[in-house]
């Protein structure tokens, strides 16, 4: 930082205390113009110019120093040293991948049932504040915002375009706010997406729903088949602790998700019924077990033709 600039910003202030003093209104908003301007230009010099030298690289790098910390708007302003920096956010958000979420996203995931980081108070968290979840830029980012632009635009309801976005893009990693954008950021989307997972079978999964290696506000569809009518009613959080009882793998082949390849037919983990639901099998623990989709299927068959018999 240059200490020409403090020692300018003194002098306009020692200037506007005189001016403060003048009736006319306009003459004292004339006098702080010049102060505001002197306040951005220090503001973005507090990074130097060979570590960033444009507005959204000055607001990346600050983002990266204090990743997983609530950043106000405020602080975001005076380090982009630009009056437009709410959309050089958005650009680093939607166009190249670095998953910022805002203080309104953050609210609505936790409305609808989602945790998001448990290690910071999120009740203080405002509309205007912003979070860096990760340091890892998603490169796929750009091709995604593409389709999401394209889906945001149609007509219908959100559930069907966040459904839509999501089969265009199974077992990719995609962040709330993708979502958010595609809904037309309705407020909606999170409870949209938990009704998808919960309601309608479609094995949506975050790090709080079964996948502790994802990220913190992550969404993933693992493929593109709903579950059965009675493994949909098992709720997440007992989900959940059929899985951590079974070691996050098949009960049956033992298959996890570490040992995914692109060429194999196993890709996700779900729970399933030991004694059918419609033969008055108990959604409990006793009765749950741990199956990739490859054995589910297989136990269904074999369900079906016993039925048939």
């Known amino acids: 930082m240059d200490s020409s600039n403090i020692r300018k910003l003194q002098d306009l202030l020692v200037n506007f205390e005189e001016e403060i003093q003048k009736e006319d209104i306009r003459q004292k908003v004339l006098a702080l113009i010049p102060i505001y ?5 220090l503001g973005s010099s507090l990074i130097p110019t060979e570590i960033a030298n444009s507005a ?3 607001i990346l790098e600050y983002f990266k120093r204090y990743p997983c910390t609530i950043i106000s708007g405020d602080e975001i302003m005076i380090i982009s040293g630009i009056s437009e920096w709410a959309r050089r956010v958005r650009e680093l958000r939607v166009q190249y991948g670095w998953r910022i979420v805002n203080g309104v996203s953050v609210k609505e995931m936790i409305d609808s049932g989602d945790s998001i980081i448990d290690e910071i108070d999120l009740s203080v968290i405002t509309k205007d504040d912003y979070i860096l979840l990760s340091e890892t830029q998603d490169r ?10 394209k889906l945001r635009k149609k007509n219908g309801g959100v ?9 265009e893009n199974i077992g990719e990693e995609i962040s709330g706010e993708e979502l958010r954008y595609v809904a037309n950021d309705k407020t909606e989307w999170a409870r949209r997406v938990r009704e998808l997972r919960t309601e309608e079978g479609w094995p949506i999964v975050t790090r709080q729903t079964g996948r502790p290696d994802l990220s913190i506000g992550i969404y993933i569809l693992e493929n593109d088949r709903q579950l059965p009518i009675p493994d949909r009613k098992i709720k997440d959080d007992l989900r959940v602790q059929i899985l951590e009882r079974d070691g996050f793998q098949c009960a049956k082949c033992g298959w996890s998700q570490s040992k995914w390849t692109k060429d194999d037919p196993r890709n996700n ?3 399933h019924h030991i004694k ?4 008055g099998g108990l959604t409990i623990p006793g009765n749950l077990i741990t199956l990739c989709n490859v054995c589910h299927d297989i136990e269904h068959r074999k369900n079906d033709i016993k039925l048939s018999k």
């Open 269 to 271: 983990l779900e729970i």
């Open 140 to 149: 796929l980012a750009a091709h995604r915002w593409h389709v999401a632009n």
């Open 37 to 41: 301007k002197e306040i951005r230009s």
């Open 159 to 167: 559930k069907n375009k966040i459904l839509e976005y999501f089969l």
């Open 276 to 279: 059918p639901h419609s033969e």
């Open 56 to 58: 959204r690289d000055r």
